[in-house]
């Protein structure tokens, strides 16, 4: 008897996260699905894609996407209970994703109806069970539609609705099918999505509970997450040798540990102060002699990091990598790991005396203090980035920078401190002071270091959390309040990030190729 060829009856299904590549086919989806409501658009996807990939699940059939689900995390209980579907999803791009948060929510799910009676719905609704607890978080809570009370509207009201599907006298597409999933119903929100006529614009909002979720004390009954900034105001001036200014970067973070700093910032090219000693006229030859200096200065970092136990910005170092030099930010934690964020925007003289190359990569970092990001001097003019790191998660911005006169200095800090205020974040900007006569194209510095927070009632009066006096080599020690920051974002008097218009506008990451 000859072998039976298995393969030819062979049906894959594939549970999977939502990839860019997907988009067109679950707008597509959507559009079978929910004929008379409006699809997600493109720009929804993407955001949802770049800020919490995990939440985003597909079912796919013999490599057809036939369903899917979209999900974000959030503190269910800092929304107001009729909340509606355009608040808790910010317009259905999930920019107020918490990912310190303790509830999932569900957005979405969608399934062919010409693949239903394939438990496709049942097979998202584990998906995202397994997401929460793999997450450990507490519950998933939804806003579930009732597509059938219309028929019924005559007769009852919305909860009278929803007690006959529980006792099973009705049934409901969706409540009934939730229900099954071992979803309980909280409430009904009466104005949940405004599109939905089927539903008369209702929703139940239900929730599943996670019995295997382990409570942690500091997420359930922190009221501040302090963080204290040391940003240091560097003095350049001439030295006579690499120890010289090892010792010089730490005596300063020396200052940082002893204030008590979960952060020390320093300023950008700071490293420069090096070329005193090296006696070299070109300045694009001298950048490359700096260069070779790359692993000195890492291991330096790295070994005041964890010594003194706290988390480092080393500013930045001119470092040469495929033949090209680039301008590069370090972020030194105190356990002992390394990150790097080169340069996005050179500046002309940058470019004309030093030959410095761009780089195509921007960076969120995880610290035991909260989500970091770094952008070195010019590029905190360019508010798109800013407003990409607070959408990847970044709390805190900091932004080593060098200035040679006041309006270079100013445009850094009105810059930094319009970040802090349109995007509810952090900044701190750390310069460099005094002169290095020795060296070509380092002209006098100017610099007024500072931490700068949102302008609301819980933060500073004027927005200045701790400043420096202007051009004396110092250093600036200021707490931030990530907890208010989180609070202030989801209920402040202004929420700048939750009231952007995303159907007039939005910015894309293009991701280029990485250096």
């Given at each position: 008897?000859?072998?039976?060829?298995?393969?030819?009856?062979?049906?894959?299904?594939?549970?999977?996260?939502?990839?860019?590549?997907?988009?067109?086919?679950?707008?597509?989806?959507?559009?079978?699905?929910?004929?008379?409501?409006?699809?997600?658009?493109?720009?929804?996807?993407?955001?949802?894609?770049?800020?919490?990939?995990?939440?985003?699940?597909?079912?796919?059939?013999?490599?057809?996407?036939?369903?899917?689900?979209?999900?974000?995390?959030?503190?269910?209980?800092?929304?107001?209970?009729?909340?509606?579907?355009?608040?808790?999803?910010?317009?259905?791009?999930?920019?107020?994703?918490?990912?310190?948060?303790?509830?999932?929510?569900?957005?979405?799910?969608?399934?062919?109806?010409?693949?239903?009676?394939?438990?496709?719905?049942?097979?998202?609704?584990?998906?995202?069970?397994?997401?929460?607890?793999?997450?450990?978080?507490?519950?998933?809570?939804?806003?579930?539609?009732?597509?059938?009370?219309?028929?019924?509207?005559?007769?009852?009201?919305?909860?009278?609705?929803?007690?006959?599907?529980?006792?099973?006298?009705?049934?409901?597409?969706?409540?009934?099918?939730?229900?099954?999933?071992?979803?309980?119903?909280?409430?009904?929100?009466?104005?949940?999505?405004?599109?939905?006529?089927?539903?008369?614009?209702?929703?139940?909002?239900?929730?599943?509970?996670?019995?295997?979720?382990?409570?942690?004390?500091?997420?359930?009954?922190?009221?501040?997450?302090?963080?204290?900034?040391?940003?240091?105001?560097?003095?350049?001036?001439?030295?006579?040798?690499?120890?010289?200014?090892?010792?010089?970067?730490?005596?300063?973070?020396?200052?940082?540990?002893?204030?008590?700093?979960?952060?020390?910032?320093?300023?950008?090219?700071?490293?420069?102060?090096?070329?005193?000693?090296?006696?070299?006229?070109?300045?694009?030859?001298?950048?490359?002699?700096?260069?070779?200096?790359?692993?000195?200065?890492?291991?330096?970092?790295?070994?005041?990091?964890?010594?003194?136990?706290?988390?480092?910005?080393?500013?930045?170092?001119?470092?040469?990598?495929?033949?090209?030099?680039?301008?590069?930010?370090?972020?030194?934690?105190?356990?002992?790991?390394?990150?790097?964020?080169?340069?996005?925007?050179?500046?002309?003289?940058?470019?004309?005396?030093?030959?410095?190359?761009?780089?195509?990569?921007?960076?969120?970092?995880?610290?035991?203090?909260?989500?970091?990001?770094?952008?070195?001097?010019?590029?905190?003019?360019?508010?798109?980035?800013?407003?990409?790191?607070?959408?990847?998660?970044?709390?805190?911005?900091?932004?080593?920078?060098?200035?040679?006169?006041?309006?270079?200095?100013?445009?850094?800090?009105?810059?930094?401190?319009?970040?802090?205020?349109?995007?509810?974040?952090?900044?701190?900007?750390?310069?460099?002071?005094?002169?290095?006569?020795?060296?070509?194209?380092?002209?006098?510095?100017y610099a007024q270091s500072g931490i700068f927070s949102p302008a609301d009632f819980e933060f500073a009066r004027d927005g200045i959390v701790g400043e420096c006096?202007?051009?004396?080599?110092?250093?600036?020690?200021?707490?931030?309040?990530?907890?208010?920051?989180?609070?202030?974002?989801?209920?402040?008097?202004?929420?700048?990030?939750?009231?952007?218009?995303?159907?007039?506008?939005?910015?894309?990451?293009?991701?280029?190729?990485?250096?």
């Amino acid at each position: 008897m000859s072998e039976t060829d298995m393969s030819k009856y062979e049906k894959k299904i594939e549970i999977r996260n939502i990839h860019i590549e997907d988009i067109n086919d679950i707008i597509a989806l959507g559009k079978v699905c929910f004929p008379n409501m409006d699809p997600w658009k493109r720009e929804q996807l993407l955001s949802h894609i770049r800020i919490f990939p995990e939440g985003q699940i597909c079912v796919e059939y013999e490599g057809k996407i036939v369903g899917s689900c979209a999900s974000l995390i959030v503190n269910f209980d800092e929304y107001d209970d009729q909340h509606t579907w355009d608040t808790i999803t910010d317009h259905g791009y999930i920019t107020n994703h918490d990912p310190s948060g303790l509830n999932l929510y569900g957005i979405e799910v969608m399934v062919d109806p010409e693949y239903r009676r394939m438990k496709l719905g049942h097979r998202l609704y584990e998906a995202r069970k397994e997401l929460a607890v793999r997450l450990n978080l507490e519950s998933i809570i939804i806003g579930g539609r009732i597509p059938n009370y219309h028929k019924y509207k005559g007769e009852m009201t919305a909860r009278e609705y929803v007690e006959e599907v529980e006792k099973h006298n009705i049934y409901d597409p969706v409540l009934s099918f939730q229900l099954l999933q071992g979803f309980k119903i909280k409430r009904i929100n009466t104005s949940y999505l405004p599109d939905d006529k089927a539903s008369d614009s209702m929703a139940t909002l239900m929730e599943w509970n996670n019995v295997d979720y382990r409570p942690k004390s500091k997420r359930i009954y922190r009221t501040s997450f302090p963080v204290r900034i040391c940003a240091v105001q560097y003095m350049m001036k001439k030295i006579d040798s690499y120890e010289d200014f090892s010792t010089q970067v730490q005596y300063y973070v020396d200052v940082a540990a002893d204030f008590g700093s979960d952060f020390a910032v320093f300023p950008e090219i700071f490293t420069t102060q090096l070329m005193s000693f090296l006696e070299e006229k070109r300045p694009d030859r001298a950048v490359r002699r700096l260069s070779t200096f790359t692993d000195q200065y890492i291991e330096l970092f790295t070994q005041l990091a964890v010594r003194y136990n706290i988390n480092i910005v080393g500013g930045t170092h001119f470092i040469e990598e495929d033949g090209d030099i680039y301008n590069v930010g370090f972020l030194f934690r105190r356990d002992g790991t390394i990150e790097k964020q080169s340069k996005l925007h050179v500046t002309p003289n940058e470019k004309k005396w030093w030959g410095i190359a761009e780089g195509n990569e921007i960076n969120v970092f995880d610290t035991d203090c909260g989500k970091v990001a770094i952008q070195v001097s010019y590029d905190i003019e360019f508010p798109e980035l800013s407003r990409i790191l607070v959408e990847k998660g970044a709390n805190i911005i900091f932004v080593p920078f060098s200035a040679e006169d006041r309006q270079s200095y100013l445009r850094v800090r009105y810059c930094a401190q319009a970040r802090a205020i349109e995007n509810q974040v952090y900044t701190c900007i750390a310069g460099t002071v005094g002169n290095l006569t020795h060296v070509e194209n380092m002209d006098i510095q100017y610099a007024q270091s500072g931490i700068f927070s949102p302008a609301d009632f819980e933060f500073a009066r004027d927005g200045i959390v701790g400043e420096c006096d202007a051009n004396v080599d110092t250093v600036v020690v200021g707490d931030v309040d990530l907890e208010k920051l989180r609070r202030s974002r989801n209920s402040g008097s202004m929420r700048q990030l939750r009231d952007r218009r995303h159907d007039l506008y939005r910015i894309e990451w293009n991701g280029l190729s990485k250096k």
